[in-house]
């Protein structure tokens, strides 16, 4: 059953016994009650009063309620209305729910069918109140996001206004540790900092450490620091990044590539959330928030690449995944035009169009760089542009989209099917950049098939 506090329903209806045996029978703690005998006296309340559902009878006084319903769905469409009807009137009933009636009953009604009616009705209710708190949130979050960091988050496709959602979401609170994933390209880093503006946190450090950069003689100095003459060449004391970011936010990015025993030591900082720098036998508490990012297969993350199962749990508490450019093309020219008219801005151009086949080639392209890719192209573009419209030679596309070959099997020279294999893999790792994660989910199959394989034909990596 949805629960709505306080709904607010409208009774029109010119005869007084029905709308006082309607009031009767929705009598609920829960139920704010309006009633009305004519169609301008229920305009008049619905002018003045938040009002959910309205029921209207089909034969009014002033105008038919029909037109009543027209009226209602054109002047407040966030109102859903159930239509009282007369056995004999079926034919307007089917029309009243083309014209947007939630539901009808029929007279001499029963309360079973008022309640049915109502119940079903406030579903459609509960249903809109969300969308239009999703709707509220996105524009809220993005305006606060440019706010803080000068850009946006582009994106007017499902799953953008999803990820905004959750972006919402997770930035009120403090301390949930966030994982965030997606391909190379897609904008982790740029989530991660919007997460940390939108909290708490946002007036304190945001630090972003690579973690795939970090050698092992260097990780304890560079994430917990280390004291003056802790180690030849340590001629001055070194804050680490864990107290760097204290109160603020460390940003672990490719947190896949971490070294196995590294993880163990950093597992322990943050279970303990003290850290003790090199050189020294003080431990140091810290607040830190620690989000994560990784373009790996998130199910092969802990089993596939020996990266431990309680440091992913610990690091993963919440997750967020970030959809490939490719799957979310309807943001493709938001996105375009967003950028073009950036690198006006920065490149002092006056570019006001763009060729309608540009458009229709970059949706039909792939991006395998994402949108960082379509941002390194447009900033190409717009330098080589030297008028006011760019078109189809100012791009390069130097990964054009094609389609998938096809063996010809009208020759014996594609029947050996271990060389197959093996130009297969070898073009999935090609791809992927030796990405072992990536290349088994393009070849779809798992990554310890894959292995297997490479060590089969004995394919350098």
Known sequence: MVSISNLRILILDDEKLVRDELEEFLNDPNFRIFKAESPSEAFNIMDKNEIHIAIIDINLPEMNGLDVLEKVK?????????MISGYSEMDSVIHSMRLGASDFFTKPFRLRDVES????????????????????NYSI??????KAMGYEIIGDSPQMKNLINLIGKVAKTE???VLITGESGTGKELVARAIHYLSSRKENYFYAVNCSAIPESLFESEFFGHTKGAFTGASASKVGWFEAANKGTLFLDEIGDMQLNLQTKFLRVLEDRKIMKVGSNIEIPFDTRIIAATNQNIEGLHSEKGFRLDLYHRISSFIIHLEPLRN??????LLLDYFVKYFNRVM????????????????AYEFPGNVRELKNMVERAVIICDANRLSLSHFQLTHPKEEKRRIDFSTDENLDLELVEMDCIRKALERSNNNKSKAADLLNITWQSLDRRIKKYKIEV
């Open 117 to 136: 009616a109502i119940e079903r009705t406030k579903k459609f209710v509960h249903l809109k109140k969300s969308l239009v708190e999703v709707k509220r």
């Open 74 to 82: 054109h002047d407040f469409p966030e109102i859903e209305v159930i």
């Open 141 to 146: 979050i993005s305006e606060e996001f440019y």
């Open 328 to 333: 979310r093309k309807e943001d493709i020219p």
């Open 175 to 177: 301390n949930t540790s």
């Open 348 to 363: 002092g151009k006056s570019i006001s169009e763009i060729d309608g086949a540009v458009i229709r080639r970059l949706l």
